[in-house]
């Protein structure tokens, strides 16, 4: 579904991505992992056209998107959050899903303020609240759900577990179970691997904008030697 080749990516001289590759299959929840600063967000805003890649492919659904523009890439069915994760703090849960809502297309899930409740119920009871009143999970909730409101055929997540409670991280990996099994395509990025471990079918490991490793990830949890390699500090 997705297929990005030798990707290289530039802030101003600095040369932070080399040669990354990765692939996403229909219905597959990847995870990309690795340390603070490896490049995992810069891999993820070059796929959705944030970052201008300087060099190598980016192929969603059979086509070529590396060179589009990010709302262009949007319309195709990827859906992209942050690890910022804005929400408009004045306008309430319900208003702010409405910001993210786009038309039904054939073949990919369709989304209601509903269907996000149902996914969120803590969303559901803060519906009338504005977005700046709830709590920093609950933001990243609705960042999400936001951007299912778009109906991607693939999600880009950047970090969801990060900052979290760890209840709250139970419940995001709930979530991303429960939206691979609607149909959607996750790839996410990740340092807490136990979180990778509950949700990814599959890990790709980066480490100074190259990628080290590639494989599932009941192998990659069993390897303890690629992991103090790689990820544990
Ligand atoms: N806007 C920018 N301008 C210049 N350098 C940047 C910029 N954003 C990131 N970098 C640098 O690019 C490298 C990769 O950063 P990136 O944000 O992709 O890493 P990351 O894996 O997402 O890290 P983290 O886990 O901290 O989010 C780092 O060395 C970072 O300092
Ligand atoms: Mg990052």
């Given at each position: 579904?997705?297929?990005?080749?030798?990707?290289?990516?530039?802030?101003?001289?600095?040369?932070?991505?080399?040669?990354?590759?990765?692939?996403?299959?229909?219905?597959?929840?990847?995870?990309?992992?690795?340390?603070?600063?490896?490049g995992?967000?810069?891999?993820?805003?070059?796929?959705?056209?944030?970052?201008?890649?300087?060099?190598?492919?980016?192929?969603?659904?059979?086509?070529?998107?590396?060179?589009?523009a990010?709302?262009?890439i949007?319309?195709?069915?990827?859906?992209?959050?942050?690890?910022?994760?804005?929400?408009?703090?004045?306008?309430?849960?319900a208003?702010?899903?409405?910001?993210?809502?786009?038309?039904?297309?054939?073949?990919?899930?369709?989304?209601?303020?509903?269907?996000?409740?149902?996914?969120?119920?803590n969303?559901?009871?803060?519906?009338?609240?504005?977005?700046?009143?709830?709590?920093?999970?609950?933001?990243?909730?609705?960042?999400?759900?936001?951007?299912?409101?778009?109906?991607?055929?693939?999600?880009?997540?950047?970090?969801?577990?990060?900052?979290?409670?760890?209840?709250?991280?139970?419940?995001?990996?709930?979530?991303?179970?429960?939206?691979?099994?609607?149909?959607?395509?996750?790839?996410?990025?990740?340092?807490?691997?136990?979180?990778?471990?509950?949700?990814a079918?599959?890990?790709?490991?980066?480490?100074?904008?190259?990628?080290?490793?590639?494989?599932?990830?009941a192998?990659?949890?069993?390897?303890?030697?690629?992991?103090?390699?790689?990820l544990?500090?």
């Amino acid at each position: 579904m997705l297929s990005v080749r030798e990707l290289e990516a530039y802030y101003g001289r600095a040369h932070i991505l080399s040669g990354v590759g990765l692939e996403v299959a229909r219905g597959e929840v990847v995870v990309l992992l690795g340390r603070n600063g490896a490049g995992k967000s810069t891999t993820l805003k070059a796929i959705m056209g944030l970052v201008r890649p300087a060099g190598g492919t980016v192929t969603f659904q059979g086509r070529r998107i590396e060179r589009l523009a990010p709302h262009a890439i949007a319309r195709l069915g990827l859906g992209y959050v942050p690890e910022d994760r804005r929400v408009f703090p004045s306008l309430s849960v319900a208003e702010n899903l409405e910001v993210g809502r786009q038309p039904p297309r054939a073949g990919r899930p369709v989304w209601t303020p509903e269907a996000i409740f149902e996914l969120f119920p803590n969303l559901a009871e803060l519906r009338g609240r504005p977005a700046g009143r709830i709590s920093g999970g609950e933001q990243q909730m609705l960042t999400i759900g936001r951007t299912l409101m778009g109906n991607p055929a693939l999600l880009l997540l950047d970090e969801p577990s990060e900052g979290l409670a760890p209840v709250i991280v139970e419940q995001m990996a709930a979530t991303i179970r429960a939206l691979k099994a609607e149909g959607l395509a996750v790839l996410l990025s990740e340092q807490n691997l136990r979180f990778a471990t509950e949700v990814a079918d599959r890990a790709t490991i980066i480490e100074k904008g190259r990628i080290r490793y590639r494989g599932a990830m009941a192998d990659l949890a069993a390897d303890e030697e690629v992991r103090r390699a790689y990820l544990t500090v």
